[in-house]
């Protein structure tokens, strides 16, 4: 379903960071390669500016490599961005909703930027909001949702179109308990839905409760890429707290 093949992204530095480097540019992703298959939770880990958000942003087309190419069912996303997007769905800091609009407005100001007919957008939105429960806030301005109600609001709007690829990065990020457990539980049906799901966290209990799928990133590399047991085995751990530990203090030459 997705498949990565020799993917890139360097960024240059600023004058200071030369001076401090030695070198003109950074690897945010090195090289990377990757297959992986439909239905199913992918759990993306990695020590802070591993290079996580830059491979999000480069799955989503929003980012464009330095080297290499991303397939989605076969769709080389930088060459055929906007077939690729209809297959995409994204959740993340910068992918707000409007505060003036209802729940049910900003749904279908999104489903509408898809091309998605009325009848479609209404029996897509009953849908939705009736599998991840918010019927009682469709007809709320955002502005009077509290935060758990917006992140449940916001995963709605990338799964709008009924993504192939839904991609959520850190989707927990500032929800407290029930909120969080929500959002998780809403990611979880997601496997129902014929689609693959990525997102990434510091959480490893997410990882614990999700991931069909372990995926981890280190200084722009992929150092592991299998299931939850492989990972714990590979890393010499008895738990996943131990072998992300292991993981993450590994050196790459
Ligand atoms: N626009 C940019 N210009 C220069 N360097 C960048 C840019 N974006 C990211 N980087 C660098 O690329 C590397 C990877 O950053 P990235 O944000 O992808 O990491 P991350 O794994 O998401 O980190 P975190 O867990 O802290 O969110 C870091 O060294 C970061 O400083």
């Known amino acids: 379903m997705l498949k990565i093949n020799n993917l890139s992204k360097t960024f240059k ?4 960071q030369k001076k401090q480097l030695s070198k003109d540019y950074v690897y945010a992703i090195n090289n990377i390669n990757l297959a992986l298959s439909g239905n199913q939770i992918v759990a993306m880990i990695g020590s802070n500016g591993a290079g996580k958000s830059t491979l999000m942003r ?26 690729a997007r209809a297959l995409i769905g994204l959740v993340s800091d910068n992918t707000q909703l409007y505060h003036r609009l ?6 279908t100001f999104f489903a509408k930027l898809y091309n998605m007919k009325n ?9 939705l909001s009736q599998t991840m429960k918010f019927n009682d806030f469709l007809d709320k301005r955002l502005s009077d949702c509290s935060t758990g109600m917006k992140q449940k609001a916001n995963i709605a709007r990338a799964l709008i179109h009924q993504p192939k690829l839904l991609i959520l990065d850190e989707p927990t990020s500032g929800l407290d308990l029930m909120s969080a457990q929500t959002a998780l539980k809403i990611i979880e049906q997601q496997k129902n839905e014929n689609c693959l799901v990525i997102f990434s966290t510091h959480h490893l209990h997410e990882v614990e409760m999700l991931a069909d799928h372990i995926i981890a990133i280190e200084q722009g ?5 299998g299931n939850q047991q492989d990972f714990i085995s590979h890393h010499q751990g ?5 072998a992300a530990l292991n993981c993450a203090q590994q050196v790459i030459l």
């Open 13 to 16: 530095l600023n004058t200071k």
């Open 119 to 127: 009848s479609q957008i209404k029996s897509r939105i009953d849908q």
């Open 221 to 225: 590399h992929c150092v592991f890429s």
């Open 238 to 242: 008895d738990t996943l707290y131990q």
């Open 102 to 107: 209802t729940v049910r407005e900003n749904l």
């Open 58 to 83: 480069l799955l989503t087309g929003t980012l464009l490599p330095s080297n290499g190419e991303i397939l989605i069912d076969g769709i080389n996303i930088f060459e055929d961005l906007n077939q």
